[in-house]
């Protein structure tokens, strides 16, 4: 409770610095725009985040393979907040849009492909039940569509979210400097990539969502107060110390694409010759390029078959054998549950072939749901670019920071997913669903202004 208070202190402080957020002409209700998120809820979202990403690594019970798994507690909370807010919320209207009923047709879907895993390989329905648990995440998606009911309970929510991934930097920068804090198996460092040892840095999701929303006023306001200034650094400086390869280019093509989009022009320029010049004072002191080594052995591996390639060319033959054996439905791969129950070592050694994730998003996504599920994926990425086409030509400035970001997030997630399972990891499905409620409810309450 502690931490909580410093979180929700935190943001009362930093919400000063924000710019003014009134609206002119407005003519939605005006509990709506003075609404924000009360504390009781705002305290529970904390939980379900900080439980989904299993106490960030900073205890070592959180998640125990076979006996304990914190993300289980924090769906609970999930399911009796959703229920709370469905028995009290006045605006259900706002739960009546397309990709609402993308969420529900994906529920539908991982239900099925319960049954789908039973009949291919055998399991039983409860371990397909117990093993797809995890996906109802995505009713997340209808808790945040009635938190969101004006620009600033969305503003507040990720404000509060940003205090969290700045305070997961500074976790990670102790761990890497200091004492070790975290319990992970990578805490004491990651391999060497660029000559220095990869750090660990708890909860990357959420610092990369953060990182979005500081961009994203950043591009609007074209100023930021002090603490955004700092986050900002914090959460650019966990990136370049964690050096996942993957999520730095899609970040970086991603930040690309939303200054073109916003006509910064001059922007993109100078962040080119800001790049170019910390590079090279880089490579003078350290004797290899931290920003670019990491892309140049990244090069050697696909060339090479190396690194950790080698494993997902392996796990892609997998995944490319099993969808054609089932092209229609999949084979319903990530409903399989890894124990050891009734099952031989052989018969566990096959299902964990199948089951594997070894960093890879569509071909795994394809191997399991089959073309449904690659339509299901065409639709929602559809229904994503209206939504995001409309708010742009119609919405109001100080709506564009949360459209922006919610754009820009979800852009993020379709390039990186090739290499990250966002849609299917419980973590990055909480992220998602955020996102997604972001889009939805700018527009519908651009509609209503």
């Avoid at 239900?111 to 039940?129: K, P």
């Avoid at 022009?265 to 931290?290: H, M, Q, R, W």
């Avoid at 390639?309 to 392996?314: A, D, M, T």
Wanted: charged share 15%; aromatic share 12%; hydrophobic share 50%.
């Amino acid at each position: 409770m502690i931490i909580i208070q410093i979180q929700t202190d935190s943001y009362d402080r930093l919400k000063r610095d924000m710019p003014s957020t009134s609206i002119e002409n407005e003519t939605i209700d005006s509990n709506e725009i003075n609404g924000k998120i009360s504390k009781p809820i705002l305290v529970s979202l904390f939980v379900i985040i900080l439980c989904v990403n299993h106490f960030f690594n900073l205890v070592p019970w959180a998640r125990v393979h076979g006996s304990f798994n914190s993300s289980d507690i924090g769906l609970l909370i999930l399911v009796i907040l959703l229920i709370f807010l469905l028995g009290s919320n006045k605006n259900k209207a706002c739960l009546k849009n397309g990709i609402s009923y993308m969420v529900l047709a994906y529920l539908f879907m991982v239900t099925a492909q319960v049954a789908n895993v039973s009949f291919n390989y055998g399991q039983s329905i409860t371990d397909g039940l117990i093993a797809s648990r995890h996906q109802l995440y995505y009713l997340s998606f209808f808790v945040f569509l009635m938190i969101f009911d004006s620009e600033k309970s969305i503003k507040q929510f990720l404000n509060f979210v940003m205090l969290i991934g700045v305070a997961l930097c500074l976790a990670g920068l102790v761990n890497y400097f200091g004492v070790k804090i975290f319990y992970h198996k990578w805490a004491e460092g990651h391999g060497v990539r660029a000559g220095v040892i990869r750090a660990f840095f708890s909860g990357m999701g959420v610092i990369t969502f953060s990182l979005f929303w500081v961009i994203s006023q950043w591009l609007v306001a074209r100023k930021l107060g002090f603490s955004h200034k700092v986050s900002g650094i914090l959460l650019i400086l966990a990136h370049i110390m964690r050096q996942t390869r993957g999520t730095i280019l899609t970040v970086f093509i991603t930040v690309v694409v939303m200054l073109v989009h916003e006509g910064k022009v001059k922007i993109l320029i100078g962040l080119g010759i800001f790049i170019v010049a910390i590079s090279s004072v880089i490579s003078i002191y350290e004797g290899t390029n931290i920003l670019i080594e990491p892309f140049t052995s990244a090069y050697e591996d696909i060339s090479e078959g190396g690194g950790t390639w080698e494993p997902r060319l392996k796990q892609l033959e997998t995944d490319v054998s099993v969808f054609m054996e089932h092209p229609v439905f999949g084979g319903g791969t990530y409903a399989i549950r890894l124990n050891t129950d009734g099952k031989s070592l052989m018969e566990l050694r096959q299902l964990t072939e199948l089951h594997q994730n070894a960093d890879l998003g569509y071909t795994h996504w394809i191997k399991s749901y089959g073309l449904v599920g690659g339509i299901w994926l065409i639709c929602l990425y559809v229904l994503i670019g209206k939504h995001v086409k409309y708010v742009m030509s119609s919405i109001a400035k100080q709506m564009k920071p949360v459209a922006l970001m919610a754009a820009g997030y979800s852009f993020f997630v379709m390039l990186s997913f090739v290499t990250e399972p966002h849609f299917v990891w419980p973590d990055k499905i909480l992220l998602i669903c955020i996102a997604l409620a972001m889009i939805v409810r700018v527009r519908q309450l651009s509609s209503r202004s």
